[in-house]
């Protein structure tokens, strides 16, 4: 792995800071609505819609306690060291320890549910089964999703691999140490990081594709609900979150493989330091923002459930309206 540097600016945490909270309201909101709008509540992928969504709250969550402890320890602006394996000590490392793992958890646990769910999509679409449904089934995806990276970021915990990250994201966040070897950073990456996320991508972008043509070639109405009754037309909607979650990750996922492959002399040049710090940018905004931009798939462009919100914003004006007049 090559030696780069980025200047991490104010406009870095502002970006993760705003992102962070959009994503935090939007998650609330799917959740809260899952558990008033009766319309939706007994669908299966509206239960896996907010599983999803609780790994992405976790992800906003520490990606915002990470701004936070960023502006205390470095005083809001810091350059990354030139040498990926000189690690200075930092103030709240535990906090940045803490941070790490809560945000490595949630990362690798968001990527699977997204393939459960686009498994489950396909499989009563394709196949026309339920038995995705199941009870074992589902007690298995949380095992997977949850207990998988719980057990890779234990590992990572205690090989005491977790904490301040200067080369792979260079965000405001924390990761795998960089004062390791390089082969360990690689490594590691690809096990808590980068390889799920790439099999998430191709698993999610091929079945939700062969659904979508499906839809167009076999059935007439290209409606879900008329192809199997457990499933709701919005949920077409679901076709469209492995674009989002590539839209917003792939400038980590690009700096990764150019920092990590490009030689120093590619790396030192001007042009490049340059893409890499827009890539920063895209970065700082996209690394939080799953669960905002799943809120305005699954209520904003949910007709049922952007009704419901509608009407309580209705309702609520009115009251302050009757309460202004008394």
């Given at each position: 792995m090559a030696d780069t540097s980025v200047k991490l600016a104010t406009y870095n945490l502002v970006l993760t800071g705003t992102s962070s909270c959009l994503s935090i309201i939007g998650g609330i909101l799917i959740i809260v609505t899952f558990l008033t709008v009766k319309k939706i509540r007994g669908y299966f992928?509206?239960?896996?819609?907010?599983?999803?969504?609780?790994?992405?709250?976790?992800?906003?969550?520490?990606?915002?306690?990470?701004?936070i402890r960023?502006?205390?320890?470095?005083?809001?602006?810091?350059?990354?060291?030139?040498?990926?394996?000189?690690?200075?000590?930092?103030?709240?490392e535990d906090f940045c320890i803490a941070q790490s793992f809560l945000t490595t958890f949630s990362n690798l646990s968001s990527f699977l549910w997204t393939a459960v769910i686009a498994i489950h999509l396909w499989s009563s679409v394709i196949i026309r089964t339920r038995q995705t449904e199941v009870y074992y089934l589902h007690a298995l995806y949380h095992v997977i999703c949850w207990i998988i990276p719980l057990i890779i970021v234990v590992i990572l915990l205690n090989k005491e691999y977790l904490g301040e990250d200067f080369c792979f994201g260079t965000g405001v966040w924390c990761g795998i140490k960089s004062d390791l070897a390089p082969h360990e950073i690689e490594k590691?990456?690809?096990?808590?990081d980068v390889g799920w996320q790439i099999a998430c991508y191709l698993t999610a972008c091929f079945l939700y594709i062969h659904l979508k043509f499906y839809l167009r070639l076999h059935n007439r109405s290209r409606q879900l609900a008329s192809v199997m009754h457990t499933l709701r037309n919005e949920d077409e909607n679901f076709v469209f979150v492995w674009m989002v979650i590539y839209l917003l990750k792939l400038w980590g996922l690009t700096r990764f493989f150019i920092t990590t492959y490009a030689n120093n002399d590619v790396l030192r040049s001007q042009s490049m330091k340059t893409f890499l710090e827009f890539l920063l940018v895209m970065q700082s905004y996209g690394a939080s923002g799953q669960a905002f931009w799943n809120f305005i798939l699954f209520c904003v462009m949910d007709q049922p459930v952007r009704r419901h919100m509608t009407n309580w914003l209705k309702l609520r004006g009115s009251d302050e309206e009757i309460t202004r007049l008394l």
């Open positions: 992928t509206r239960k896996l819609l907010v599983y999803l969504t609780i790994a992405d709250l976790f992800t906003a969550i520490g990606n915002l306690s990470a701004v960023y502006a205390y320890a470095h005083d809001g602006e810091e350059t990354v060291s030139e040498n990926c394996t000189a690690h200075a000590p930092t103030k709240y590691w990456m690809y096990i808590a």
